[in-house]
């Protein structure tokens, strides 16, 4: 038996343990890592932590907090001496760091320095404030609170309100792996969809007959209206949540991340700037889109940006234009003849060849940035005429009111 030295009391043992924790855990902090929670409860009162049932709900930008308390069953511990620990589940049993507390000393990790702070508000409150929210954020948080021998946790679920979206790139369908996927839905301003997140968009309609990667691994898609080609007509052939006569989302399940390949269902939330259309003096190729938007203090619109405009921002334009993946999609909100079709959604015209066709283009100017062409000014050619072909350089165009 080894026994600690009788100088050594709890308020010392948790001082040199605070530093030895500062040390680890910022290693630990960028990666995943497995850990196993052990709970002890004693006869002397255990410590009981609660968070709220359910989830809790934000969007990108916006400032949430993750409701976390604790009590013990025994009025007689005070709060002193208490290490409060918020972690991230990545993975069933592998955890990230954002953010502990012990006493007067605070420290978050990674993504979240700066953001994360305690709510603060009197004793047993371990609630963790989260600013600027990003996509990234969204999952299940871990809020674990030590007293010495004794620990509790609960969890929370932060939720993103926001849009799905189904996505492939140029090369055609079914030909990403899992990393791509999730490289592709990063590059369009996503990330992959959670199942939950798939699982929502079908019930608000979403019918897409493209098995597509999601968060977790697994290959999905949704039928909302059932058809042989996808999935059959229900009943046996019907796999998936909500499965049968009225649809469902199909399910293929776990499948191998860096052999298989298949598209990708991505997920988008809140924009901070804004997306519009931007029709030139004369059509544009592709090549003349970033230009052109570059007049008006803008970039070329991603398709997840289109996507989060259409659905949280409204955006209804009957007319196509192109996007920073070379796609032509354009946005309708409220279905009319000639604008493809009677349900609300973004078209697409997949992707057209990018020297001959033309069309305007989607731009996103980010908060805060001016506009060089206020009231309408656009580029073109001052010498008006055609569009010879295309051969007019367009480093050669000058403003002009559109």
Same mark, same amino acid.
């Given at each position: 038996?080894v ?20 040390l ?5 902090? $960028? ?29 990108r ?24 620990? *918020?972690t ?12 502990v507390?012990? /006493? ?14 305690? $709510? ?10 989260? +600013? ?7 999952g ?6 030590? &007293? ?5 946790t ?16 140029r090369?055609g ?9 999730? +490289? ?13 997140? =798939?699982?929502?968009? *079908? ?6 007959? &493209?098995?597509? *990667?999601?968060?977790?691994g ?8 059932? +058809? ?5 007509? /229900? ?17 293929? !399940? ?7 390949r ?10 901070? /700037?804004?997306v ?31 996507f989060?405009?259409?659905?949280? $921002? ?10 920073a ?8 909100? &409220? ?7 009677? +349900?609300? %959604? ?9 020297a001959?066709r033309?069309?305007?283009v ?13 009231? %309408? ?5 001052? !010498? ?15 403003? =002009?009111?559109?």
């Amino acid at each position: 038996m080894v026994c600690a030295p009788a100088a050594l009391g709890p308020g010392a043992l948790w001082a040199a343990a605070w530093g030895v924790l500062l040390l680890t855990a910022a290693a630990e902090a $960028q990666r995943g890592r497995k850990k196993v929670v052990h709970v002890l409860e004693g006869e002397s009162g255990s410590v009981v932590v609660q968070t709220a049932p359910g989830q809790v709900v934000s969007h990108r930008g916006g400032t949430i907090v993750l409701p976390c308390r604790y009590h013990y069953e025994a009025a007689a511990h005070g709060h002193d001496g208490v290490r409060l620990k *918020w972690t991230k589940v990545v993975d069933p049993l592998a955890f990230a760091d954002v953010f502990v507390a012990l /006493g007067p000393q605070h420290r978050a990790f990674g993504s979240y320095r700066g953001r994360a702070e305690l $709510q603060g508000d009197g004793p047993g409150d371990a609630s963790l404030v989260l +600013r600027n929210v990003t996509l990234q954020d969204y999952g299940r948080y871990e809020c674990e609170v030590t &007293n010495e021998l004794e620990d509790d946790t609960g969890m929370v679920k932060l939720d993103l309100e926001g849009v799905v979206f189904p996505y492939h790139p140029r090369g055609g369908r079914y030909k990403l792996t899992f990393t791509e996927a999730q +490289r592709a839905c990063a590059e369009q301003d996503g990330i992959l969809a959670s199942a939950e997140q =798939l699982h929502a968009a *079908w019930r608000d309609g979403l019918d897409w007959c &493209n098995a597509g *990667w999601l968060r977790d691994g697994s290959v999905q898609y949704p039928v909302s209206q059932p +058809r042989e080609p996808c999935g059959g007509l /229900g009943g046996a052939g019907s796999a998936g949540a909500g499965g049968g006569a009225s649809g469902g989302v199909r399910n293929y !399940g776990y499948r191998h991340n860096a052999e298989e390949r298949y598209d990708a269902f991505c997920f988008t939330s809140n924009l901070p /700037g804004r997306v519009f259309f931007l029709k030139p003096l004369r059509p544009l190729p592709f090549s003349g889109a970033a230009r052109a938007c570059a007049a008006r203090g803008a970039a070329v619109a991603k398709v997840g940006q289109l996507f989060a405009a259409w659905k949280l $921002q409204l955006l209804d334009r009957c007319t196509a234009g192109w996007l920073a993946d070379g796609s032509a999609r354009y946005p309708i909100v &409220n279905p009319r003849p000639r604008c493809g079709g009677s +349900r609300p %959604g973004v078209r697409s015209l997949g992707f057209p060849d990018a020297a001959r066709r033309l069309f305007g283009v989607y731009c996103y100017r980010a908060p805060g940035a001016p506009d060089p062409a206020p009231g %309408g000014w656009g580029w073109g050619w001052a !010498g008006g005429g055609g569009w010879a072909g295309g051969a007019r350089d367009p480093a050669a165009w000058t403003p =002009l009111r559109v």
